[in-house]
């Protein structure tokens, strides 16, 4: 009897780690190894049978060869059988009746993207993630769950290794340390009550597996660059636009008012660098390529009783700006350790840190880019002598990213513990009884120093540099330091009974959860630095005006009241109940209590005896739940009056303490409801083709939010004051629609693709508004968070265009843009702003993604895009800053008759043509397509890297938003900012390398 | 679990009870209604607005033709009469700002009865908080006209605001009427003098007087025409004869002492280097000083400065040189304004062409004037200009002086019974005052001379007070002055040395309509009441 060996592969081509190989009634068993190699004694004749979770079970017979490799099917049964994670506990996805949309921990690696928060765009249905800014350390996405319900808080909620809203949270996870995500997108999340109504996201991080010890190292070497610039005027045109502005403040005095002839010529031909530059202040300031690194290792394995998973990892993120400071790093570790002490009790002990290390200069990065993109083309940022220029009101950008004006060091550290037990109780066949103690802690820490420092104004008489002293105070150096320290404890414990009678299978719960959750700050400040040198508290001026010191701290708590019970019949008819009461101190005595249960169905046609399988439709299911989920996210105390110290008025040369009242009570204020029904309908048909469409209705009641608006001012009430009250109502309804495919050729090749589009639309039932609201500016019929703004219908080209079109102002200039006069009543006021159709949340965001494998190459594509979304960007352009060059050169001037955009003006912002009335010109239709994620690897099989130790080297190449397909002209269209001012998203090109060993 | 593992107490607010219990919370919770709360963008740099608009970036003057905002900040379209109900500018604080000063002073006058303290002190404190309500309602009237009224009612959340009287607005008469009855019982409790448990900072009886007095000459005044000059000149009477108030010798220092000391100001508002308002040296001095320019004076308010003789400038005899316009001027004039050849800090100022250092040819040439001019009233010549921080922004904000009561005196006696001897004293105090002596007015001139020269004298004497705003509507010669495009010059530097004037418009676009007497109540304020709140004339 030989030893009979082989490979086990998926039927995607990944070598299988795990699989239990064992031989047809005996007791003989194996398992394969990393590589997916197996060797166990066997003689001809024999069956190998092949089991893992989530493959179908593989027999094959020993015909005599020495060497069996096989491949396992995930394709259809496997895909059946495959357990995903639910809110306190797993089920198998055939007898799922709630909307959990999952994803696989490798799937997100593959985003180059090292916040985990990033990759979720495009590739899970329902989950409408938009990156907003490109900063290290803030680069995350925001994310909702089927798009906005409320005009209260959206976050959705984030459950880490079962620790509802753990400190620390999703985005600066290792995604090397995820196993899985599931999205809980209906009532399935009720579990989860009173926090459950935004969705709720489940992390589950990797567990060890038991066999020999497996080593992973993963070198990944990235190069950012911003997806897009504005680009802007440069010297000769902004100095003729602020000729033309000039012009049109006094128009007699000509079209040379600022600059003459010669200048503009100057500034067009460089003759002069000193006094006529022309600058590209982005050029200048920014690098055309950042690096980002990042290392991870990890070590997973295990014995019979004790199976542990080890990683560490670390990042390295470099900002943008050159010469700047700006830069993340990140370090982070995970021991996670299952050990089972006797036959019946398990316990888990998972432990995780990291260190988040932010640097910043002194200006953030909204200032920034406010500057860079303000600071004028016709300043330089250097003399040629090399000397900074006061660059744009004393802001020079090329300085202000550096550490020359001090620097703001940022590192937080987050550590979570979490300790599980699992205790079968004897006697009564599947009832266990499991718990559940965990502890966050973080701290954050903030220190900014700030120095003096010297820009140089040029007198172009004398030739002579004066400086200016900037930075720091009365020319010596500040200090700014706090500490935020953040715990959280949560304990739960809960009775499992989980068994099968036959054809009928019960899987129930009942627990107890509660937790506390407490934040300190203290702050301190210093002025009056004698030196540079010594950027500590202690070393700062001495006087009492020097000095101030600051400090807060609250607690919340929860207790909860929870349970499930699931039954099924034959994985043929399937309903569930689950529940939980929910206490909070956020809310008054007698109000602390909420109610929140849920139901839910399935029929799965597919396992009827009449049904045919195997013709066209493979498996058929249909699915509802119902329930009612609650949303809590509001500041607390609100039940009663509150009074703060407030100290700021003189008395007799002295401050003298003062207090205001900060908020009214609402001793009512309570839960926000939010009732979901889902229908459901999952298909695999043609054996390769998967197949889902949901539809969901969402109901939002008691929306926690302020009266701002009905509440008239003169109560002496205003908004500063008005508690939440449970007052709005919003509905959103939509559907989610997946369908994939998914087929191996043969051993060597394999494709894939896979599509999925997701409608979601809310309406406002109920929010408040002024009584006397034009029908066509209220909000309540429309969607969430539209624009209110005039539309713009054209331009005034002649004088005579002044008496066909009314405009706002008594002194129409040609131009300027025509304003619809909505109301029809001869005048443009306030009553002819008209609500947007679309704001700036996605009403429809789809992905698309695709990919296969032939021998040792994969590829992996992913397009991810949204559409029906607006967003409003009016640039701060005019003589306080320079102009994207989409208006700079399509400018309506007197000598550009035809120009598409409005004349120039002192300040946009307060312009006629601009933040004074604002317009659909500046309205932006934000819908995209953009290939978000490719991924292309090499796996090297050679004899002689086992003879190194070394069972599996893959390499590959991936890239991150590549390339945007978009009407938007100036910016990423996946930005928030109404003034286009934020650090850009990053265009990410990724080179990794895999050892396994 | 605990019991009571749910309800926690929070370590940074406190609860009414806790206020009504301890006299001295109850007193800290009086005093911060001296300020009030922010409301719109660019306010309250610093520490909280108080009344009107005071130090701010963009000033109350440069809505008028006093001056204008270099960086617009919301005043440009007041200038251009363009403010509507839905774009207020930098108006659009007072209606919001008010009423909540107004119910927060209530919920105080409507609960000391049950804080624990002295009678005399109980007493003092509600005669402030009657001062203190009224003022609000001055900042209301002389802005929106008549005021909705709401008496000591505090309003709560659940109150039904679809009732269409709490949206009645009083006539200007009875707004006036009941602010006034408010300060006639705040005058009667109020001490007459600051000191010891009523520190300098707190009202007196002087200031609720003058307030009256102040409201019953807008009253009197043709816009309003609801009050008798009579009545208006007997309150001035009554601040002039508590004989707690003089003219002090030096104008300059007025406005820098943050100390108060002196016994012109009847009522104004200290500040600290840790409580400060905006740096008045950086934010309006000139560019070649790394100043921002904020608020320059207009030409039209430096053609009202008479000649040292006590001339005006258009008169032939005054010796006025269109090409020395700086010389022999009111010394008012070197008090208020920065102009071209100045000295200010060390060298002179240079606001001309080409190659001034404080014009456009200078530095940082955004930061530069568009009116030719700089502001120099309440340019405390001791902190820096550069890296003000941690020293600037402590001058007092006056909000009345003797000086005020003076003119609001002769104003009304001249309308009540002509120029007698005792209008001539009050405004020849103004005039003579020590650091400025000008010449007493010449006698014999007529009521409507009179009344010329008082107006022209509050002009001067009051400039960036928050007087002028308010005076030209009263006097209903906004429609005059405030469509007189604004002004500024253009100086150019000729190669003998020499200089030239040349006049320009430095905001293009100045206008005025009738409607723009009264402010535009804000549109969300309308839309909240179902459009039930009246708005103003000519905004609807």
Redesign the interface.
């Known amino acids: 009897q030989s030893p009979v060996k082989g490979t086990v592969t998926s039927s995607r081509g990944e070598r299988l780690a795990g699989v239990t190989v064992s031989v047809v009634g005996k007791t003989t068993a194996v398992m394969t190894d990393g590589t997916g190699h197996y060797a166990i004694p066997a003689a001809k004749g024999d069956r190998l049978q092949f089991t893992s979770i989530g493959f179908a079970a593989r027999e094959v017979a020993v015909l005599g060869d020495e060497n069996i490799d096989v491949v396992l099917d995930n394709e259809l049964v496997a895909a059946m059988n495959e357990v995903v994670v639910i809110g306190y506990g797993t089920q198998k996805k055939a007898t799922l009746t709630g909307s959990v949309s999952s994803v696989k921990g490798d799937e997100l690696k593959k985003s180059p993207q090292p916040d985990v928060s990033n990759s979720f765009a495009g590739r899970v249905s329902g989950v409408i993630a938009n990156n907003r800014s490109g900063e290290p350390g803030y680069d995350g996405s925001s994310i909702l769950i089927r798009g906005l319900a409320t005009t209260g808080n959206n976050d959705v909620l984030v459950v880490v290794d079962g620790v509802p809203g753990q400190i620390g949270g999703l985005s600066r996870l290792n995604p090397n340390d995820i196993e899985d995500i599931s999205v809980l997108k209906d009532a399935s999340a009720a579990v989860y009550g009173s926090r459950a109504a935004n969705g709720v996201i489940l992390v589950t991080t990797k567990k060890g597996k038991s066999g020999k010890p497996q080593i992973s190292y993963n070198f990944n070497q990235a190069f950012t660059s911003p997806t897009r610039l504005p680009k802007l005027a440069d010297a000769f045109t902004y100095a003729t636009i602020q000729n033309e502005i000039a012009y049109y403040n006094s128009q007699d005095k000509g079209m040379n008012q600022i600059y003459s002839e010669e200048q503009l010529q100057k500034f067009k031909d460089g003759s002069d660098p000193l006094n006529y530059p022309n600058t590209n202040w982005p050029d200048l300031v920014l690098k055309k390529m950042a690096l980002q690194s990042k290392h991870d290792i990890s070590v997973s394995g295990g014995g019979e009783n004790v199976k542990y998973f080890l990683s560490a990892g670390y990042l390295n993120q470099d900002g943008l700006y050159k010469n700047g400071v700006t830069r993340y790093k990140q370090y982070s570790f995970r021991s996670n350790v299952d050990a089972n002490i006797s036959k019946r009790l398990k316990v888990g002990l998972l432990l995780s840190g990291r260190q988040e290390d932010r640097m910043f200069p002194q200006s953030g990065a909204g200032d920034i880019f406010r500057f860079l993109y303000r600071a004028y083309p016709t300043v330089a940022a250097y003399y040629p002598n090399g000397l900074p220029t006061t660059g744009i009101e004393n802001g020079n950008p090329a300085i202000m990213v550096t550490d020359i004006p001090g620097t703001n060091y940022n590192p937080t550290l987050v550590f979570n513990g979490v300790l599980k037990g699992a205790y079968e109780i004897p006697g009564v066949k599947g009832l266990a009884l499991e718990g559940m103690f965990s502890v966050d802690k973080s701290s954050g820490f903030d220190k900014n120093f700030a120095t003096p420092y010297n820009l140089y104004q040029y007198n172009a008489a004398t030739g002579t540099y004066t400086p200016n002293v900037l930075g720091g105070i009365d020319k010596q150096a500040t200090l700014y330091q706090s500490q935020t320290n953040q715990y959280q404890y949560v304990s739960n414990i809960r009775l499992n009974f989980d068994r099968r009678f036959d054809k009928h299978s019960i899987n129930a719960f009942v627990g107890y959860e509660q937790s506390n959750y407490h934040s300190d700050n203290f702050s301190a400040y210093r002025k009056h630095f004698p030196t540079y040198t010594t950027p500590e508290l202690s070393q700062g001026g001495t006087a009492d005006a020097d000095k101030s010191s600051d400090g807060g701290s609250y607690t919340y708590t929860r207790k909860s009241y929870l349970g499930r019970v699931a039954y099924n019949y034959s994985e043929k008819y399937m309903a569930e109940v689950q529940a939980r009461v929910d206490g909070s101190s956020t809310f008054g005595p007698g109000h602390q209590y909420g109610f929140f249960p849920a139901v839910s169905a399935a029929w799965r046609i597919s396992n009827e005896d009449w049904f045919h399988k195997g013709a066209v439709i493979n498996d058929l299911k249909l699915r509802a739940s119902y329930g009612i989920l609650g949303n809590d996210n509001v500041g607390l105390f609100q039940y009663f009056n509150n009074y703060s110290l407030n100290s700021q008025y003189v008395i007799n040369g002295v401050i003298v303490p003062g207090y205001d009242l900060t908020l009214l009570a609402n001793p009512d204020i309570t839960w926000e409801k939010a009732k979901k029904l889902d229908i459901g309908l999952n298909a695999v048909f043609l054996k390769h083709f998967n197949l889902e469409f949901i539809y969901f209705q969402q109901k939002r009641t008691d929306i926690l939010a302020q009266r701002n608006a009905s509440v008239p001012q003169l109560s002496g009430i205003n908004s500063a004051i008005i508690p939440a009250e449970n007052i709005g109502k919003v509905d959103n309804n939509g559907f989610e629609f997946t369908l994939g495919y998914n087929k191996r050729l043969d051993q060597d090749a394999g494709i894939y693709f896979s599509g999925n589009l997701t409608y979601a639309k809310s309406k406002i039932v109920d929010i408040d508004e002024a009584p006397g609201t034009p029908e066509w500016q209220k909000q309540t019929g429309r969607p969430l968070n539209t624009y209110l703004l005039y539309n713009s219908i054209g331009m005034m080209r002649t004088t005579d265009d002044f008496s066909t079109y009314p405009h706002p102002t008594t002194t129409p200039r040609q131009g300027d843009l025509v304003y619809q006069d909505y109301t029809k009543d001869g005048k443009i006021d306030a009553n002819d702003m008209v609500r947007t159709k679309y704001g700036n949340i996605p009403q429809v965001t789809y992905g698309f993604t695709a990919g296969g494998d032939y021998k040792n190459i994969d590829l992996t594509i992913l397009f991810a895009g949204q559409a029906r979304v607006s967003q409003y960007v009016l640039p701060e352009s005019g003589t306080i800053g320079n102009f994207y060059s989409s208006w700079a050169d399509n400018r309506w001037s007197p000598s550009n008759p035809g120009g598409s955009y409005p004349r120039v003006d002192e300040r946009a912002s307060n312009s006629v043509n601009g933040g004074a009335y604002p317009s659909t010109f500046w309205l932006n239709d934000a819908s995209f397509i953009r290939l978000k994620n490719v991924e292309l690897g090499y796996t090297i099989v050679n004899p002689l890297l086992t003879r190194i130790k070394l069972s599996n080297v893959r390499v590959y190449a991936s890239g991150f938003n590549l390339f945007t397909i978009t009407k938007v002209k100036d910016y990423d269209p996946e930005g928030s900012s109404g003034s286009g001012q934020f650090y850009p998203q990053q265009r990410i090109i990724n080179l990794g390398l895999n050892l396994r060993f | 679990?605990k019991k009571n593992?749910?309800?926690?107490t929070?370590?940074?607010?406190?609860?009414?009870v806790?206020?009504l219990q301890d006299s001295a919370?109850f007193e800290?919770?009086v005093?911060?209604r001296?300020?009030g709360?922010k409301?719109i963008d660019k306010e309250g740099e610093g520490?909280?607005p108080g009344f009107g608009r005071a130090f701010e970036y963009s000033m109350w003057s440069s809505n008028t033709d006093e001056s204008i905002y270099n960086?617009?900040d919301?005043s440009?379209?007041i200038q251009?009469?363009?403010i509507?109900?839905?774009?207020l500018g930098n108006a659009g604080a007072f209606?919001?700002r008010s009423?909540?000063?107004?119910?927060?002073c209530?919920?105080a006058l409507n609960n000391i009865a049950s804080v624990t303290m002295s009678d005399g002190h109980k007493k003092n404190i509600i005669g402030e908080l009657k001062f203190l309500r009224a003022f609000r309602y001055q900042d209301l009237i002389r802005n929106y006209g008549g005021a909705?009224l709401?008496g000591d009612r505090?309003?709560?959340?659940k109150?039904n605001?679809?009732d269409p009287a709490?949206?009645t607005r009083a006539s200007l008469k009875a707004s006036i009427d009941y602010a006034v009855a408010q300060l006639d019982t705040a005058a009667q409790l109020l001490p007459r003098d600051n000191g010891g448990s009523w520190?300098?900072?707190?009202a007196t009886k002087g200031a609720a007087l003058a307030l009256k007095a102040r409201l019953l000459l807008y009253a009197a005044s043709p816009l309003y025409n609801c009050g008798t000059w009579a009545a208006a000149a007997k309150a001035a009477q009554d601040v002039i004869d508590l004989k707690k108030y003089a003219i002090q010798d030096n104008y300059s220092a007025l406005f820098i002492d943050?100390?108060m000391a002196g016994n012109e100001i009847i009522f104004g508002?200290?500040?600290?280097?840790?409580?400060p308002h905006v740096r008045m040296e950086i934010s309006n001095g000139p560019n070649g000083y790394?100043g921002w320019a904020g608020n320059t004076p207009l030409q039209n308010l430096v053609d009202a400065y008479q000649m040292d003789d006590g001339k005006d400038i258009t008169d032939a005899t005054s010796g006025y040189d269109a090409a020395k316009p700086y010389e022999n001027r009111d010394k008012r004039f070197y008090y208020t304004i920065l102009y071209n050849g100045a000295s200010y800090r060390g060298r002179a100022l240079e606001a001309y062409i080409p190659?001034g250092?404080d014009s456009?040819d200078g530095?940082?040439n955004?930061?530069t004037t568009k009116t030719g001019y700089y502001l120099r009233k309440f340019m405390n010549d001791a902190n820096?200009i550069?890296?003000p921080?941690?020293?600037a922004g402590q001058q007092p904000w006056i909000y009345i002086r003797y000086a005020e009561v003076l003119l609001n005196y002769a104003e009304a006696q001249n309308e009540a019974s002509g120029p007698d001897e005792t209008v001539y004293d009050a405004v020849n105090q103004v005039r003579q005052r020590a650091s400025v002596g000008q010449p007493p007015l010449p006698s014999g001139l007529s009521q409507t001379q009179m009344r010329g020269a008082i107006r022209k004298e509050r002009q001067v004497e009051l400039a960036f007070e928050e007087h002028r705003f308010y005076d030209v509507r009263r006097w209903k010669i906004a429609d005059v002055v405030e469509n007189t495009p604004a002004y500024g010059m253009i100086i150019t530097k000729n190669a003998n040395g020499s200089f030239s004037y040349e006049r320009?418009?430095a905001l293009?676009?100045k206008?005025f309509s009738a409607k723009n007497y009264w402010l535009p109540i804000?549109?969300?304020?309308?839309?909240?009441?179902?459009?039930k709140?009246q708005q103003n004339e000519g905004y609807q």
């Open positions: 679990c593992f749910l309800d926690l929070p370590t940074t607010t406190i609860s009414d806790a206020i919370l800290d919770y005093i911060n001296y300020m709360i409301i520490t909280l960086n617009d919301g440009w379209l251009r009469g363009q509507a109900p839905e774009n209606w919001g009423y909540r000063g107004i119910r927060d209530n919920w909705v709401v505090v309003y709560e959340l109150d605001y679809s709490l949206f520190p300098l900072g707190r943050q100390t508002r200290q500040y600290t280097i840790t409580a790394d190659g250092r456009k530095p940082s955004w930061n820096p550069q890296n921080w941690s020293s320009k418009v293009e676009g206008a804000p549109r969300p304020e309308i839309l909240a009441s179902d459009n709140l």
